[in-house]
């Protein structure tokens, strides 16, 4: 132990950071050195009078209630109505029903076929055996990636393997399979991102755009991943709202 | 090591002592009670961390709205805190990239090599710096923070108010524990100096001390 070890170790000492063994040889330092022993005091007291300073924050609670108001699920009680009441002609709840029944129908029939290229490339994931490898192997950064996320989500991962995804020429996409709250999953990254639209309901997956639909006894649900520029669809044999979770839940932890 | 912390990640902490099973999520009240209890150190981690209240009443929103959101991650047993501050960090660390707020430039090759004792404050002084009542003081400590590099303020800022340990601040910023350690060690100094210039300014206008 000299001056600069001392120095190079205070901080960690103080906040109980050191190894045992370097712990104890920073007590013995300081119990024949006063001057090293007043530092430490000194240091502590430092540390108690910033934190102290820094945490002086009269708002604080009310900020927090707010934001944790704000993020509660609306309630929908029923408020009482005050003032007039507007009646409206018989004839115009029927006459905007009609109006938005023909509206949904002329979208309905403008959007793309469900069957487009992703959604079938999906399909066609779904279908790779287990054991297929992907030829990155674990040194493939999305797979890692995706290990570290579906890991602290809890799901258990299947073997990556690279499928073809086939809404363009050339286009590849990896596929994980896993197993996650009682769905069996399978997640393909997509580098195309042409066919977002062909996800015929646009929703919001908590702070990211996203697309979430259903068919062929499927659920399906993707979002564009802002890091890697990728699309990430996954798809499940359970109701749309739990794909779509699910997805929110990956989308979380990959921030 | 200190025992308050723990060292050990949060998932392999033991089990609940409330008997709730650790794979049943929080419920709403749960984790209101937990977030509410941890008010003053989350608006004043996002205060300088955003540097603007209403900023920063925004990341804490903003947090607070994905850790409800992803509440089903978090297991019972593990450390609410740690888990809260690395969504918080998260938080601001989107909102950086989608408002563009580049981290303040910061060169470790120049600071991280320096000799520390270059930088160790004058002892006498430092002594006086938790008797320093003035009622600026905690403003100047708070700017103090604030103009510290986005490298050093947020490790510092999840010790000092996150009350993370330097694992859980390794783990959450994807940096070596060693790098933690010598990044709260520069905080600290960096704190020290500013203080104490500030400490003998006041001293010789006849100030607090």
């Given at each position: 132990?000299?001056?600069?070890?001392?120095?190079?170790?205070?901080?960690?000492?103080?906040?109980?950071?050191?190894?045992?063994?370097?712990?104890?040889?920073?007590?013995?330092?300081?119990?024949?050195?006063?001057?090293?022993?007043?530092?430490?005091?000194?240091?502590?007291?430092?540390?108690?009078?910033?934190?102290?300073?820094?945490?002086?924050?009269?708002?604080?609670?009310?900020?927090?209630?707010?934001?944790?108001?704000?993020?509660?699920?609306?309630?929908?009680?029923?408020?009482?109505?005050?003032?007039?009441?507007?009646?409206?002609?018989?004839?115009?709840?029927?006459?905007?029903?009609?109006?938005?029944?023909?509206?949904?129908?002329?979208?309905?029939?403008?959007?793309?076929?469900?069957?487009?290229?992703?959604?079938?490339?999906?399909?066609?994931?779904?279908?790779?055996?287990?054991?297929?490898?992907?030829?990155?192997?674990?040194?493939?950064?999305?797979?890692?990636?995706?290990?570290?996320?579906?890991?602290?989500?809890?799901?258990?991962?299947?073997?990556?393997?690279?499928?073809?995804?086939?809404?363009?020429?050339?286009?590849?996409?990896?596929?994980?399979?896993?197993?996650?709250?009682?769905?069996?999953?399978?997640?393909?990254?997509?580098?195309?991102?042409?066919?977002?639209?062909?996800?015929?309901?646009?929703?919001?997956?908590?702070?990211?755009?996203?697309?979430?639909?259903?068919?062929?006894?499927?659920?399906?649900?993707?979002?564009?991943?802002?890091?890697?520029?990728?699309?990430?669809?996954?798809?499940?044999?359970?109701?749309?709202?739990?794909?779509?979770?699910?997805?929110?839940?990956?989308?979380?932890?990959?921030? | 090591?200190?025992?308050?912390?723990?060292?050990?990640?949060?998932?392999?902490?033991?089990?609940?002592?409330?008997?709730?099973?650790?794979?049943?999520?929080?419920?709403?009240?749960?984790?209101?009670?937990?977030?509410?209890?941890?008010?003053?150190?989350?608006?004043?981690?996002?205060?300088r961390l955003a540097r603007r209240p209403a900023d920063a009443d925004d990341l804490v929103q903003d947090a607070l709205h994905r850790a409800w959101r992803s509440v089903g991650t978090f297991r019972r047993g593990s450390r609410f805190q740690a888990w809260i501050f690395r969504i918080l960090h998260n938080a601001f660390l989107n909102r950086m990239r989608h408002e563009s707020m580049a981290p303040a430039a910061a060169d470790p090759a120049t600071i991280d090599v320096a000799a520390?004792?270059?930088?160790?404050?004058?002892?006498?002084?430092?002594g006086e710096l938790p008797a320093l009542a003035d009622r600026h003081f905690d403003d100047r400590v708070k700017r103090a923070v604030e103009d510290l590099s986005e490298t050093y303020r947020v490790p510092f800022l999840l010790f000092a108010l996150g009350d993370l340990s330097y694992e859980e601040i390794s783990r959450t910023l994807g940096i070596p524990l060693g790098t933690v350690m010598s990044r709260l060690h520069r905080a600290r100094i960096h704190l020290r100096e500013r203080?104490?210039?500030?400490?003998?300014?006041?001293?010789?206008?006849?100030?607090?001390?």
């Open positions: 132990m000299d001056e600069r070890t001392f120095e190079r170790k205070l901080f960690a000492w103080i906040d109980g950071e050191l190894p045992r063994a370097e712990a104890v040889e920073m007590e013995l330092w300081c119990l024949t050195r006063p001057e090293a022993r007043a530092r430490v005091d000194a240091e502590r007291a430092a540390d108690a009078r910033i934190r102290a300073a820094l945490l002086a924050d009269p708002a604080a609670r009310e900020s927090v209630e707010k934001a944790l108001a704000a993020s509660r699920p609306v309630a929908t009680a029923a408020t009482p109505r005050t003032g007039r009441v507007l009646r409206l002609p018989r004839w115009l709840p029927v006459s905007a029903a009609a109006a938005v029944l023909v509206a949904f129908g002329m979208w309905f029939a403008c959007v793309p076929p469900f069957e487009c290229g992703v959604v079938l490339a999906i399909e066609k994931a779904a279908e790779v055996a287990e054991a297929a490898e992907c030829t990155d192997g674990e040194g493939c950064p999305l797979t890692a990636r995706m290990r570290a996320a579906a890991g602290s989500l809890g799901a258990e991962m299947g073997n990556p393997a690279r499928v073809p995804v086939e809404c363009c020429p050339g286009c590849t996409g990896t596929a994980y399979k896993f197993r996650w709250k009682g769905a069996d999953l399978m997640c393909v990254w997509s580098p195309c991102l042409a066919c977002d639209p062909s996800f015929r309901r646009s929703r919001d997956l908590g702070g990211t755009h996203g697309w979430a639909a259903n068919g062929n006894g499927k659920s399906f649900a993707a979002f564009r991943d802002p890091t890697t520029g990728l699309l990430c669809s996954l798809v499940g044999t359970c109701p749309e709202d739990t794909v779509t979770s699910l997805a929110t839940d990956l989308w979380a932890a990959l921030q | 090591m200190r025992d308050d912390r723990g060292s050990t990640p949060p998932d392999d902490d033991a089990r609940s002592d409330d008997g709730s099973s650790e794979a049943e999520p929080l419920s709403r009240d749960e984790f209101e009670r937990m977030t509410v209890a941890l008010a003053q150190p989350l608006r004043a981690t996002a205060m520390p004792e270059t930088l160790v404050p004058d002892l006498r002084s430092l203080l104490l210039e500030y400490a003998r300014a006041e001293r010789v206008a006849g100030g607090g001390l």
